[in-house]
């Protein structure tokens, strides 16, 4: 199925992609931010802050963003 | 017909304009191959093959200089031609208004207040207060200018809603943040591609983020410094403006609790250069204490004078029982002999 994977770490990514059914939030941060822990970023489906296990339909919009990002002067 | 609400009107307005917006900047920009770059290095050409045929060296030479600073000029602008090839690109990726609509909807549940100003248009979203290490930043607005988006100035502002600025600089209200323009570090690229896309929630999400970042080493003014003070040397904690001590002797800064008197001659000292009496283990500076002749023991002249007195008792003591010892003998021998 399709979905639209939104990586906003480092320059950003922003593309439909092709993923399995059934995967999950889990599943697909683990395959598409391999080097990262989750809980160090805000992952929104739609939006709206969502449990790991939740399960990916088709159309869903998923977003990483990192919860630390370093500002400069 | 879908109606829609009176509150979701200027949303959806909002987000048909700043759609309208992001589909014009890509038109506009048009590409413009070097066309007379490439013409006018083409007669450079051919005057080259005309002067090499007919042997005119020095033309020839001359040409040569010519055409080469012309291919220079040529690589130049193919450069400049590729780098503006980007914007093309993004007239696929920028979100339709709809989902830009969709964003400004969301923002609600990560914001404590969003504003969207039609007349200015302006959207502006107010984040929760801010503390960074112990210091209090307050709340911050970010306001988006959405005409702005593209141009080379910023497009959008951090205002400080109740501005707890540094002390050295009333301009920084956050350690990077100065006359509201935020520097956005390593959310840089992001920003600008969330932005160029029509991706709001993200972008305002990615600017929340580096406010309740601190990057201790590229500030405008450290949290250490914020107050006006420094942290103790001693214990490593923040200290006020009028908080501070210098140590007379080294000038080390330190906190009110980390600082002491000499019993001496009462110079404020940090724990480096206070010593202790090694008899009574009070607190002196190292002029205060005294190295004593025999033991090298460092004494304050209390403990020195008391050492020296009881020295001496002892002295004549020991004297005095070597008198009496001696005496004893000679007793002990006439006793003997009698």
């Known amino acids: 199925m399709k979905i639209l994977f939104i990586n906003n770490d480092g320059g950003g990514f922003a593309d439909n992609i092709e993923v399995p059914a059934e995967m999950t939030v889990q599943q697909l941060f683990a395959q598409r931010v391999s080097h990262g822990k989750p809980e160090n970023y805000l992952i929104r489906v739609n939006r709206q802050p969502v449990s790991s296990g939740q399960v990916l339909q088709e159309g869903d919009r998923v977003s990483i963003t990192p919860t630390k990002i370093e500002g400069a002067h | 017909m879908k109606r829609h609400s009176s509150d979701q009107r200027p949303m959806i307005r909002a987000a048909m304009k700043i759609h309208e917006h992001l589909t014009s900047l890509v038109r506009k920009r048009q590409l413009r191959l070097p066309v007379n770059r490439w013409e006018e290095l083409s007669g450079v050409h051919r005057r080259l093959q005309l002067a090499q045929r007919k042997g005119w060296r020095r033309a020839s030479s001359v040409l040569l200089t010519n055409l080469e600073y012309q291919l ?29 609509a969709n964003d400004l909807a969301a923002l609600t549940s990560e914001f404590e207040a969003v504003k969207i100003d039609l007349k200015r248009k302006q959207i502006a979203v107010q984040t929760a207060s801010i503390a960074l290490e112990g210091v209090e930043l307050g709340a911050f607005d970010l306001v988006l200018s959405w005409e702005s988006i593209g141009d080379s100035t910023f497009a959008y502002s951090v205002i400080a809603q109740n501005p707890n600025s540094a002390e050295s600089n009333s301009r920084v209200t ?47 003014v450290s949290l250490d410094e914020w107050s006006g003070g420094g942290s103790c040397e001693d214990c490593g904690c923040r200290i006020g403006v009028h908080d501070d001590y210098r140590c007379e002797r080294c000038f080390a ?10 019993l001496g001659c009462d110079s404020h000292l940090c724990s480096q250069c206070l010593l202790a009496c090694q008899a009574c283990e009070e607190t002196y500076c190292s002029s205060c204490l005294i190295k004593q002749t025999g033991t090298g023991q460092h004494l304050c002249p209390s403990c020195l004078e008391q050492g020296e007195k009881d020295a001496g008792e002892e002295d004549e003591t020991a004297e005095a029982t070597g008198v009496a010892a001696t005496n004893t003998v000679c007793m002990g021998k006439t006793a003997s002999t009698a």
């Open chain 2, 174 to 220: 956050h350690p990077h943040v100065s006359e509201g323009a935020l520097c956005e570090g390593e959310g840089s690229v992001a920003i600008q591609a969330a932005l160029l896309s029509g991706r709001l929630f993200d972008f305002f999400l990615l600017v929340r983020q580096i406010l309740l970042t601190y990057n201790s080493g590229s500030a405008f």
């Open chain 2, 253 to 262: 800064t330190s906190c009110r609790d980390c600082v002491s008197s000499c």
């Open chain 2, 72 to 100: 220079r000029y040529l690589v130049t602008d193919i450069e400049v031609c590729r780098q503006s090839l980007p914007p093309w690109r993004l007239l696929d990726t920028i979100a339709p208004a709809s989902a830009i």
